[in-house]
């Protein structure tokens, strides 16, 4: 089974929403949670990441809050344009491997 | 700059057929990795070589084979194709071993196993 849980499948948006998505590990001994965008076509890429030991970390649009005691971890895309259209995947890693959410396809209409 | 390259994109296979898929990467990363990628999963770890000369099971070994042919490149090896098999097929490359580095992902290769 998944050992991150990610929601929801998918979302959509107007321009200049904030698409929230959602993601629960159970495993403590994860030490790190990064984010990957996919587009179509394409293989992901690294959005932005954080450790267990900050609870907010902003890069650009892009913000993820983590809640360490909840086992939770969220991404926050604010003031989303077109562009941001893609899949979203969250993910946690453990000595060499990362595992990956289900991914959530966010579309933002104009 | 080319990064992480993978070839084929495409493929249709029969069931029991062999396919080599090959990646290649120009960024000087110690670690490569494959994933598969299926709706509703996410992608999974099949293998992957944390240095030259190393390889070891991921979460999804079964029906595969690799091998880490070089520093540059690794290959992901489909012995006898089974309908299961069809996805799309994702390698990456770390600088270092460990899921703390970024990884940078090729395009895939989207095969179909009739």
């Known amino acids: 089974q998944q050992q991150v849980k990610q929601s929801p499948q998918s979302l959509i948006v107007q321009k200049g929403g904030i698409p929230i998505i959602n993601c629960a590990y159970e495993?403590?001994?994860?030490?790190?949670f990064p984010w990957y965008q996919q587009f179509p076509g394409k293989g992901p890429a690294l959005l932005i990441a954080?450790?267990?030991?900050?609870s907010e970390k902003k890069e650009g649009r892009f913000t993820i809050s983590f809640n360490k005691s909840a086992k939770q971890f969220s991404l926050h895309i604010m003031d989303s344009q077109p562009g941001d259209s893609a899949t979203y995947f969250c993910?946690?890693?453990?000595?060499?491997?990362?595992?990956f959410g289900a991914g959530t396809t966010v579309t933002v209409r104009a | 700059n080319a990064g992480v390259t993978q070839t084929p994109k495409f493929q249709v296979l029969k069931t029991g057929q062999s396919m080599t898929l090959q990646c290649a990467q120009d960024?000087?990363?110690?670690?490569m990795y494959w994933y598969r990628q299926d709706p509703g999963m996410g992608l999974r770890l099949i293998y992957y070589?944390?240095?030259?000369?190393?390889?070891d099971k991921g979460e999804v070994p079964n029906g595969y084979n690799v091998s880490r042919l070089n520093k540059r490149e690794f290959s992901l090896r489909l012995e006898s194709a089974a309908p299961s098999q069809t996805s799309v097929y994702f390698c990456?490359?770390?600088?270092?071993?460990?899921?703390?580095?970024?990884?940078?992902f090729g395009d895939g290769t989207r095969l179909s196993i009739l």
């Open positions: 990456a490359s770390t600088l270092a071993p460990g899921g703390n580095q970024p990884q940078h």
């Open positions: 960024m000087n990363h110690n670690s």
């Open positions: 070589s944390a240095s030259e000369g190393t390889t």
């Open positions: 954080i450790r267990p030991d900050v």
């Open positions: 993910a946690a890693s453990k000595d060499y491997k990362l595992s």
């Open positions: 495993n403590t001994a994860f030490d790190y």
